[in-house]
């Protein structure tokens, strides 16, 4: 019973963090682009959500582990050039005249 619960959650989860993206890319076709990499991060923890219920039901001991370590090297990167590169184009116009 536990492990359909977890599934279950894991489920609404995904559904959850999969309505935004798919949400926020129609919003942004069609009406005003917003659909950027920076604002994506306030959902990150959905996704960080989501991985770790999917590592909870690794095999062993170590694949977790491994698993573990591969995402946060391969997100160093991302959050890296969410806060270092500054995309405010109106702000910068605003300030130049």
């Known amino acids: 019973k536990g492990a359909t ?6 489920r609404f989860v995904f559904l959850v963090y999969l309505g935004v993206v798919v949400s926020t890319m129609l919003v942004s076709l069609f009406l005003v682009p917003i659909f950027f ?3 994506l991060l306030v959902v990150s923890g959905l ?9 909870a ?9 491994i698993a ?8 160093v990167f991302t959050i890296q050039n969410i806060y270092t590169q500054h995309f405010n184009h ?8």
Do not use: D
């Open 5 to 10: 619960r977890e599934a279950g959650f894991g």
């Open 37 to 39: 990499s920076r604002y």
């Open 47 to 55: 996704f960080l959500l989501l991985v770790s219920l999917g590592m």
């Open 57 to 65: 039901v690794l095999p062993g001991k170590t694949l977790p582990w």
């Open 68 to 75: 573990a370590g591969l995402f946060a090297i391969l997100n």
């Open 90 to 97: 109106p702000m910068r116009q605003l300030v130049e005249n």
